[in-house]
């Protein structure tokens, strides 16, 4: 199994730009999430799937859209990139949705610089 | 008031010590999950625990559930153990909720 990976693990964006950060899961994991890292501060949630067609808003949720069209995938785009989304970027799968009573498996995480 | 609290922020350890990482938290809970980051950035799951005790290797975690607390040792410390620990909730509203880590650096 390869868990969660993450792509790309770098990347560098104009003020404006729009792009895509990947996330694929190789568990079947119904619940993923994105969440970001900045310098100190805990991990914000900002967008969760409980499962194939569902999403939901996080606690961090303006300037980013997710789908989830497969149990599989759980991509995450920037709508208009702004230098406030400078952050380190983090997928999370678990087995069973609801009150994160599973053990959460992190991708590798994408850094991502807004200029 | 944050819903979690982890002391200390900043921890430095000579090898070989017993170290005390604590998560203090403030809302109804289903879970508790401790995580370990590495320095490169990657972040692994060390424990789950909505009650007692658990032993991994050298690492415990305890929980009580009545004082809204938890701690994380290591004993007989090593320098790979120097990262970021992470005390994390599942609040019972389905929510996650995460400490803003200890910084843990084990010196040879």
């Known amino acids: 199994n390869a868990g969660v990976t993450q792509t790309p693990k770098f990347q560098v964006l104009k003020t404006g730009q729009s792009m895509t950060l990947q996330c694929a899961q190789d568990m079947n994991h119904e619940y993923m999430s994105w969440y970001r890292q900045d310098p100190g501060m805990g991990l914000r949630l900002i967008h969760y799937?409980?499962?194939?067609?569902?999403?939901d808003q996080g606690e961090v949720p303006n300037g980013y859209n997710v789908s989830r069209s497969t149990t599989e995938d759980f991509p995450l785009r920037l709508l208009s990139a702004a230098p406030s989304q400078t952050s380190v970027y983090f997928c999370?799968?678990?087995?069973?949705?609801?009150?994160?009573?599973?053990?959460?498996?992190f991708g590798p995480g994408t850094r991502l610089t807004v200029l | 008031k944050n819903e979690v609290e982890q002391s200390p922020q900043n921890l430095t350890a000579q090898e070989g010590e017993f170290i005390t990482i604590n998560c203090s938290y403030s809302v109804g809970i289903s879970a508790l999950h401790w995580l370990q980051q590495h320095p490169g950035g990657g972040i692994v799951s060390l424990f789950m625990?909505?009650?007692g005790k658990k032993k991994h290797g050298r690492l415990i975690a305890t929980i009580n559930i009545q004082e809204k607390h938890s701690s994380l040792h290591i004993t007989a410390s090593h320098p790979r153990d120097s990262a970021v620990y992470i005390c994390?909730?599942?609040?019972?509203?389905?929510?996650?909720?995460f400490g803003k880590g200890t910084k843990l650096s084990v010196k040879p």
């Open positions: 999370a799968s678990s087995y069973s949705p609801g009150l994160f009573t599973d053990t959460q498996y």
């Open positions: 799937s409980v499962g194939a067609g569902i999403t």
């Open positions: 994390s909730l599942g609040g019972s509203q389905g929510n996650l909720i």
């Open positions: 625990l909505s009650s």
